[in-house]
């Protein structure tokens, strides 16, 4: 987990919530997750994961996030952004969560 101290000038509050939940669903290379379930397991909206979700995958060096679909919930098809995490991403399996 991330302390609040040292992204709390990049990130607001919301941001540090889903950049940790993204930490411990990524571990395993890229996984697609859809907003109302991220939304129930940090205890945020939907609404507010999906915001935060759009703003993070321009800003999030940590993570490439794109908007993949939408039924139901916006689908996020997110992958580690680090050469390593870009290398592990192209020999790793897509985790659907």
């Given amino acids: 987990m991330y302390p609040k101290s040292r992204f709390s000038a990049k990130y607001n509050e919301n941001q540090i ?3 940790n939940y993204l930490k411990e669903q990524v571990h395993n290379g890229r996984c697609f997750l859809k ?3 991220i939304a129930k397991d940090v205890g945020l909206s939907s609404k507010e994961v999906g915001t935060n979700m759009a703003i993070l995958s321009e800003i999030c060096p940590e993570f490439l996030i794109e908007r993949y679909s939408y039924s139901n919930s916006t689908t996020w098809l997110v992958s580690p952004g680090s050469i390593q995490g870009l290398q592990r991403r192209m020999d790793s399996p897509v985790a659907i969560v």
């Fill in 35 to 37: 907003s109302k379930y």
């Fill in 17 to 19: 919530t889903l950049i």
